[in-house]
């Protein structure tokens, strides 16, 4: 195997990773003692700058925040990119 093709499954796997826990901490939204806890203070850490990135674009309609779906468009995309190098090597 060449090192681009470890490093593209690397940062394929690391979205993946990122885009499970950015659906714990959008879940989590639903249980506010969740979000009070340590880890939904570790999961805004992680999550919350990238999400702002979408929340300039997407303002919140009627309260509710459709940032994240943005969110997870870039994301999949940003695989579907990476998915392309790995056939073309």
């Known amino acids: 195997m060449s ?3 470890l490093v593209i499954q690397s940062v394929n796997r690391l979205v993946d990773l990122y885009q499970f826990l950015l659906i714990l901490y959008i879940l989590s ?3 506010p003692q969740l ?3 340590t880890v939904g203070h570790i999961l805004a850490q992680l999550s919350e700058p990238y999400l702002r990135l979408f929340r300039g674009i997407v303002p919140p309609l009627g309260g509710i925040d459709f940032s994240p ?3 997870f468009i870039v994301l ?3 695989r579907a990119t990476l998915d392309q190098v790995l056939w073309a090597l």
Do not use: D, E, M
Request: hydrophobic fraction near 60%; charged fraction near 5%.
């Open 3 to 5: 090192p681009v093709f």
């Open 29 to 31: 939204g639903w249980i």
């Open 35 to 37: 979000r009070q806890s």
């Open 69 to 71: 779906i943005l969110a």
């Open 76 to 78: 999949h995309l940003v």
